[in-house]
Antibody, heavy 116, light 107 residues
Framework: QVHLVQSGAEVKQPGASVQVSCQTS????????FHWVRQAPGERFEWMGRINPNTGDTNYAQKFQDRVNMTRDKSMKTAFMELSRLTSDDAAVYYC?????????WGQGTPVSVSS | DIQMTQSPSSLSASVRDRVIITCRAS??????LAWYQQKPGKAPKRLIYDASSLQSGVPSRFSGSGSGTEFTLTISSLEPEDFATYYC?????????FGQGTRVDIK
């Protein structure tokens, strides 16, 4: 069974950073890219970027280029996404998703709230 | 960025109705398009990939078509479990972009 299990909900203050993890099982971790997507209330999905877990290579959406960092730990079969300098506009549910072509399996989502 | 425009934004339909959702890309994306279904509080589920290929385990009442800039998702006979929101995704060019969604609810 393919599983992507994300870390739990986060509450952060403006200006802080948040890290979300995505622990995988049931498939070869290095055979798929991992994408990060977010969905703010009432908004469409927003693709943030992706990481190749084999090489560590990343592609980020320009909007997040200067404050997102995607990493992975091959031994833990886990992908990570860190977003810094949070504002209220970053309040959303963050998803990791596996993909070679598009995204076939998604994590359960991690709600992130930003409030002082 | 490639803009994805879905229509309609919402629709009301009855069980056994045929439903067609359209997605238009602002530039050609070949067949690099997927369709997803999302239910409240849940992660999206992929229904269609490569514009017309049915995801394993997805009922055959779902089908996709199109290439270039115009795509459709068709539900041939709506079932009660199909009431949900549907999204298209283009994965031709970074940044990947989504349609705004089509909410299908019960008439």
């Amino acid at each position: 069974q393919v599983h992507l299990v994300q870390s739990g909900a986060e509450v952060k203050q403006p200006g802080a950073s948040v890290q979300v993890s995505c622990q995988t099982s049931g498939f070869t971790f290095t055979s798929y890219h991992f994408h990060w997507v977010r969905q703010a209330p009432g908004e469409r999905f927003e693709w943030m970027g992706r990481i190749n877990p084999n090489t560590g290579d990343t592609n980020y959406a320009q909007k997040f280029q200067d404050r997102v960092n995607m990493t992975r730990d091959k031994s833990m079969k886990t992908a990570f996404m860190e977003l810094s300098r949070l504002t209220s506009d970053d309040a959303a549910v963050y998803y990791c998703a596996r993909g070679r072509v598009s995204m076939d399996v998604w994590g359960q989502g991690t709600p992130v709230s930003v409030s002082s | 960025d490639i803009q994805m425009t879905q229509s309609p934004s919402s629709l009301s339909a009855s069980v056994r109705d045929r439903v067609i959702i359209t997605c238009r890309a602002s530039q050609g994306i070949r067949d690099d398009l997927a369709w997803y279904q999302q239910k409240p509080g849940k992660a999206p589920k992929r229904l269609i990939y490569d514009a017309s290929s049915l995801q394993s385990g997805v009922p055959s009442r779902f089908s996709g078509s199109g290439s270039g800039t115009e795509f459709t998702l068709t539900i041939s006979s709506l079932e009660p479990e199909d009431f949900a929101t549907y999204y298209c995704l283009q994965h031709n060019t970074y940044p990947w972009t989504f349609g705004q969604g089509t909410r299908v609810d019960i008439k």
